[in-house]
């Protein structure tokens, strides 16, 4: 029973030292390793192939602020809290009347969902907390024109009337514009300072895009003025283009 060992690894050995063995012995053997060059003249390049390795993540670790602490700010500045407990917030909007918008995109047990923020009292601290507009579709993007306010879910652009002061939405969605769903789903807005352009940022498929889903579909990875008929791409060819600025 000891022998075996020690006369596999010798084989392997022999086999490796041996090429013109024929295959059926070489089963045994380490292939020998590719020499992967990944930078210097494309025509030098020897790239592994796709998937060679397990993909992996490594998400970072959420630390709460400690009771009491807060961001460092410079001289003249001072930061606290104006609200928390919120869910995956991820984007940011003021109305015109000081009502700050929270976009909450993927919490953790219901659709997408904004939360209104009123400070009436000038205190730093909102003394009115409401939810604005529930069962959105992964939704990022929010502006407001004249009386319209605008999201951007993933799958495509709505609105809904809006009046200065209202603390919820109910009314049913109009949806303005197709988008195509999956990759990055992130759909930035923002409005020109007109009222007659929205811009709409959208969000690659992948990173990488080794399928060309973006080169085949131009709505991809684009930025996209809106409010006409039909809408316009903006500008293209952004890796992510999360942005509208």
């Known amino acids: 029973m000891k022998i075996f060992p020690i006369v596999f690894a010798t084989f392997a050995l022999f086999a490796v030292n ?50 009491g602490k807060t961001p ?17 917030p991820r984007m940011i909007y003021v109305l015109p009347n000081g009502d700050v918008l929270v976009m909450e995109s993927l919490p953790q047990q219901s659709p997408s969902r ?15 907390r409401q939810s604005f507009l529930r069962r959105l579709n992964m939704a990022f993007g929010m502006a407001l024109i004249g009386n319209r306010f605008y999201v951007g879910n993933t799958d495509g652009i709505v ?26 789903y992130t759909r930035n807005l923002l409005a020109d300072p007109a009222g007659k352009k929205l811009y709409i940022a959208v969000g690659s ?35 992510r283009a999360r942005h509208a600025r």
């Open 18 to 67: 041996h090429p013109s063995l024929s295959s059926s012995l070489l089963f045994a053997a380490e292939p020998a390793a590719r020499n992967i060059i990944e930078t210097g003249p494309s025509e030098r390049l020897m790239l592994p192939p796709p998937n060679a390795t397990r993909a992996v993540a490594n998400p970072p670790t959420v630390i709460l602020w400690p009771k």
């Open 72 to 88: 460092i700010a410079p001289a003249g500045f001072e930061v606290s809290l104006f609200a928390d407990e919120l869910d995956n």
């Open 114 to 128: 904004i939360v209104l923020l009123r400070d009436t009292t000038k205190t730093g601290k909102p003394n009115l």
């Open 159 to 184: 609105v809904f009337p809006y009046r200065s002061g209202n603390t919820q939405i109910k009314r049913r969605p109009e949806k303005i514009l197709d988008l195509p769903s999956g990759g990055h």
């Open 205 to 239: 498929s992948s990173n990488v895009d080794e399928q060309r889903v973006d080169e085949k579909d131009p709505r991809r990875a684009a930025i996209r003025h809106g409010l006409g008929t039909p809408d316009k791409y903006f500008m293209d060819g952004r890796q």
